[in-house]
């Protein structure tokens, strides 16, 4: 019985972005995000975030890392929510204002295009969104020149999932060699990787030429 339910809530997660509830959907991105078991402290502790950073949050969803990459930068830095999801980005700027953080600003993109202006950011997060790019090379490819200097983009998906899990049934997964394959003939280089999630992988990139 205990697995069936687990099961349901799986499947409940793959469909709430069709059903156009974005509030509930928002919530229960949230809360899954900040759930213990998936080490959302831990994420950041490794993300290296300090005041006055530019960070973009792709595929920002409820905003859960949204809000706690804002509470690090500070006013002196910068937080891009950034969604192809209007609704979401509506929610984020809502719960910006009630938490009066001034370092939040939303990006309305396009599933092929961050919209972020060149540059601008010192590192990008990708959570549980890379499986949804159409064209990931092309992707990154273009993200590379929304990076400032030094710039990192760190990437966590689903990928260490038993063969009968829904997310694998329905897709919602990449498998790490091909993130890292993938990111390497974008031009970027592997920097860091790490073990401490059951079932995603989180890999941090630099671009290749920077490391030259």
């Given at each position: 019985?205990?697995?069936?339910?687990?099961?349901?809530?799986l499947?409940?997660?793959?469909?709430?972005?069709?059903?156009?509830?974005?509030?509930?959907?928002?919530?229960?991105?949230?809360?899954?995000?900040?759930?213990?078991?998936?080490?959302?402290?831990?994420?950041?502790?490794?993300?290296?975030?300090?005041?006055?950073?530019?960070?973009?949050?792709?595929?920002?969803?409820?905003?859960?890392?949204?809000?706690?990459?804002?509470?690090?930068?500070?006013?002196?830095?910068?937080?891009?929510?950034?969604?192809?999801?209007?609704?979401?980005?509506?929610?984020?700027e809502?719960?910006?204002?009630?938490?009066?953080?001034?370092?939040?600003?939303?990006?309305?993109?396009?599933?092929?295009?961050?919209?972020?202006?060149?540059?601008?950011?010192?590192?990008?997060?990708?959570?549980?969104?890379?499986?949804?790019?159409?064209?990931?090379?092309?992707?990154?490819?273009?993200?590379?020149?929304?990076?400032?200097?030094?710039?990192?983009?760190?990437?966590?998906?689903?990928?260490k999932?038993?063969?009968?899990?829904?997310?694998?049934?329905?897709?919602?997964?990449?498998?790490?060699?091909?993130?890292?394959?993938?990111?390497?003939?974008?031009?970027?280089?592997?920097?860091?990787?790490?073990?401490?999630?059951?079932?995603?992988?989180?890999?941090?990139?630099?671009?290749?030429?920077?490391?030259?």
């Amino acid at each position: 019985m205990r697995s069936f339910k687990i099961s349901l809530l799986l499947l409940s997660l793959v469909m709430l972005p069709l059903s156009g509830c974005s509030s509930f959907t928002a919530y229960v991105y949230n809360k899954s995000a900040s759930a213990p078991k998936n080490m959302p402290d831990e994420i950041i502790r490794h993300l290296e975030i300090e005041p006055g950073m530019q960070i973009a949050d792709l595929g920002a969803g409820g905003g859960y890392y949204t809000v706690r990459f804002a509470q690090l930068v500070g006013e002196q830095g910068m937080v891009y929510a950034i969604d192809v999801n209007e609704n979401f980005l509506k929610i984020i700027e809502e719960e910006g204002a009630n938490r009066r953080l001034k370092s939040i600003r939303t990006i309305l993109a396009s599933p092929n295009d961050s919209s972020l202006p060149e540059k601008s950011v010192d590192l990008v997060f990708v959570r549980n969104v890379y499986h949804h790019l159409p064209s990931p090379e092309k992707y990154f490819q273009a993200l590379a020149k929304k990076l400032r200097p030094g710039g990192r983009v760190a990437i966590v998906e689903y990928g260490k999932l038993g063969f009968f899990s829904l997310i694998r049934i329905f897709g919602h997964y990449t498998a790490e060699e091909e993130v890292i394959e993938t990111l390497g003939r974008a031009g970027y280089r592997l920097t860091q990787k790490y073990e401490f999630l059951k079932k995603q992988s989180f890999t941090i990139y630099s671009l290749a030429e920077a490391g030259r």
